[in-house]
């Protein structure tokens, strides 16, 4: 009986399984590409920057389309008009746009294809100085934070991105080079590798609301979390956080587009929803378009945080020291074989290390010390 049932079981895991069919759903055929709009019409002093790109599909090789050569325009209520630069790569850059605070602008695009483009009508704002920026030190890492209060109540919707530097430097020190097959010193400072710095821009949607408080305070807003694994905070690190002021509308598809691209992959993420932005393709309304147009002043914090604040931070790199004798052969060896590079020369052999260990470069940095390090 027993033998029986299981040769039953084996014939129906046998029958499902050649049963099997890839399931090819029907999907409407798509434009080869969408215009994506980003940017912040800025009322202060400094420049507005407006990035045109394309999307790709995914069975297309993923390389940023950028739109160049466009026309951009902005024009306001009140009949003003101001125009953009092409800077090439998909930037287009303005002149001072002098908005006024609470008039209404809007964004007008033509293409060299011939289409037109027209974002609807948004609120020039004032957004409000940014108090500080902080961090706390815990058991994952260092979590950087903003705070921020608009006085008048009439902000409440915040957005922030941000750019990071940090110094590092190499493990060991390094005063020789193989080049041409044969070691020479190293000539400085020109070819010194031992501190380098990094940078990184945002990635991730940063957003914060205070609707559910009587007054208008964003506290320990979360910006950044460094973990213990990076080399961000072995030397010194800097971060400069912007701030906007947003519409309920455009917080509200920034906080879909975040939902989109950053909360799914788990069975009880949230379900991608239709994204649908402020800009619009008047050439052909049911051309979809992706974008959201905000016009707000820009407030920027820089601040600093070095090793010894945070100290211990664990941030490690397992750095090997190879002895290898001066002769041709063994030289050869190390850097054709192995993959080594020197370091430094203590009679009678040189001292070799991994590329990474050695120059700062090689770990993505640059030998050029940012102008306000």
Same mark, same amino acid.
């Given at each position: 009986?027993?033998?029986?049932?299981?040769?039953?079981?084996?014939?129906?895991?046998?029958?499902?399984?050649?049963?099997?069919?890839?399931?090819?759903?029907?999907?409407?055929?798509?434009?080869?590409?969408?215009?994506?709009?980003?940017?912040?019409?800025?009322?202060?002093?400094?420049?507005?920057?407006?990035?045109?790109?394309?999307?790709?599909?995914?069975?297309?090789?993923?390389?940023?389309?950028?739109?160049?050569?466009?026309?951009?325009?902005?024009?306001?209520?009140?009949?003003?008009?101001?125009?953009?630069?092409?800077?090439?790569?998909?930037?287009?850059?303005?002149?001072?746009?002098?908005?006024?605070?609470?008039?209404?602008?809007?964004?007008?695009?033509?293409?060299?294809?011939?289409?037109?483009?027209?974002?609807?009508?948004?609120?020039?704002?004032?957004?409000?100085?940014?108090? =500080? *920026?902080? #961090?706390?030190? $815990?058991?994952?890492?260092?979590?950087?934070?903003? +705070?921020?209060?608009? &006085?008048?109540?009439?902000?409440?919707?915040?957005?922030?991105?941000?750019?990071?530097?940090?110094?590092?430097?190499?493990?060991?020190?390094?005063?020789?080079?193989?080049?041409?097959?044969?070691?020479?010193?190293?000539?400085?400072?020109?070819?010194?590798? =031992? *501190?380098? #710095?990094?940078? $990184?821009?945002?990635?991730?949607?940063?957003?914060? +609301?205070?609707?559910? &408080?009587?007054?208008?305070?964003?506290?320990?807003?979360?910006?950044?979390?460094?973990?213990?694994?990076?080399?961000?905070?072995?030397?010194?690190?800097?971060?400069?956080?912007?701030?906007?002021?947003?519409?309920?509308?455009?917080?509200?598809?920034?906080?879909?587009?975040?939902?989109?691209?950053?909360?799914?992959?788990?069975?009880?993420?949230?379900?991608?929803?239709? &994204?649908?932005?402020?800009?619009?393709?008047?050439?052909?309304?049911?051309?979809?378009?992706?974008?959201?147009?905000?016009?707000?002043?820009?407030?920027?914090?820089?601040?600093?945080?070095?090793?010894?604040?945070?100290?211990?931070?664990?941030?490690?790199?397992?750095?090997?020291?190879?002895?290898?004798?001066?002769?041709?052969?063994?030289?050869?060896?190390?850097?054709?074989?192995?993959?080594?590079?020197?370091?430094?020369?203590?009679?009678?052999?040189?001292?070799?290390?991994?590329?990474?260990?050695?120059?700062?470069?090689?770990?993505?940095?640059?030998?050029?010390?940012?102008?306000?390090?």
């Amino acid at each position: 009986m027993k033998k029986t049932c299981y040769t039953l079981i084996v014939l129906a895991a046998f029958f499902f399984k050649s049963c099997k069919e890839p399931y090819r759903p029907l999907i409407e055929s798509l434009p080869d590409s969408f215009l994506v709009v980003e940017g912040v019409l800025n009322p202060g002093p400094k420049p507005a920057v407006i990035r045109l790109t394309r999307t790709f599909k995914l069975d297309q090789d993923a390389t940023v389309k950028t739109e160049d050569n466009a026309q951009l325009m902005v024009e306001g209520k009140d009949n003003t008009i101001s125009s953009f630069l092409s800077t090439g790569n998909g930037n287009y850059v303005s002149g001072n746009l002098n908005l006024i605070a609470n008039h209404e602008y809007r964004l007008r695009i033509k293409t060299v294809d011939g289409k037109e483009y027209l974002s609807d009508y948004v609120k020039a704002k004032i957004t409000p100085h940014i108090d =500080s *920026i902080g #961090w706390d030190k $815990n058991n994952v890492g260092v979590q950087i934070y903003i +705070n921020t209060k608009d &006085l008048s109540n009439v902000t409440r919707y915040y957005r922030w991105d941000y750019e990071e530097t940090w110094e590092i430097h190499s493990h060991l020190p390094t005063f020789y080079i193989y080049e041409n097959g044969v070691i020479r010193q190293r000539l400085f400072p020109q070819e010194d590798v =031992s *501190i380098c #710095w990094k940078q $990184n821009i945002s990635s991730n949607i940063l957003l914060g +609301n205070s609707i559910r &408080l009587l007054d208008d305070i964003i506290y320990k807003g979360p910006v950044r979390l460094i973990s213990q694994a990076e080399d961000r905070l072995s030397v010194r690190y800097s971060i400069l956080v912007r701030q906007y002021a947003l519409e309920q509308g455009a917080y509200d598809f920034f906080e879909l587009l975040k939902k989109n691209t950053e909360n799914i992959g788990s069975l009880f993420s949230p379900q991608p929803s239709e &994204l649908r932005g402020n800009i619009h393709c008047i050439s052909n309304p049911a051309e979809y378009v992706i974008g959201y147009v905000t016009a707000s002043t820009i407030e920027e914090k820089r601040t600093f945080i070095s090793a010894a604040e945070v100290f211990p931070w664990w941030f490690n790199m397992i750095c090997p020291s190879v002895d290898v004798p001066g002769n041709r052969d063994s030289i050869n060896y190390a850097v054709n074989v192995l993959g080594l590079v020197p370091a430094y020369y203590i009679i009678p052999i040189y001292v070799f290390s991994t590329p990474e260990c050695v120059d700062c470069t090689k770990r993505g940095g640059s030998t050029i010390r940012p102008v306000f390090w």
